[in-house]
């Protein structure tokens, strides 16, 4: 079962900073993510769009693409919000 991390407000806001979610694509397991905290709804979608400020990377990679990426067992989906720096 794919593996979810979550950084900085969104594991604050799910309560969580791990969890695995059963998925077939990245994008069941983001429905599945804010199915189950429904506070990241808004954070996470705009309509049907993932918002340009969530960063998900894939098993180290840096993903921005289609959401219907397949998944395997084995994958690590890390999902940060904005990062600023000074």
């Known amino acids: 079962m794919p593996r979810v991390k979550l950084f900085a407000m969104f594991r604050e806001l799910a309560g969580m900073s791990e969890l695995e979610i059963e998925a077939k694509n990245l994008r ?4 599945k993510l804010v199915a189950e905290f429904p506070k990241l709804r808004d954070l996470f979608f705009e309509g049907e769009k993932l918002r340009e400020i969530v960063h998900v990377m894939v098993n180290g990679k840096h993903f921005r693409g289609d959401l219907d990426l397949e998944l395997k067992e084995s994958d690590v989906v890390a999902i940060f919000p904005p990062v600023s720096g000074g």
């Not at 069941?28 to 429905?31: A, P, Q, V, Y």
């Open 28 to 31: 069941e397991l983001l429905e």
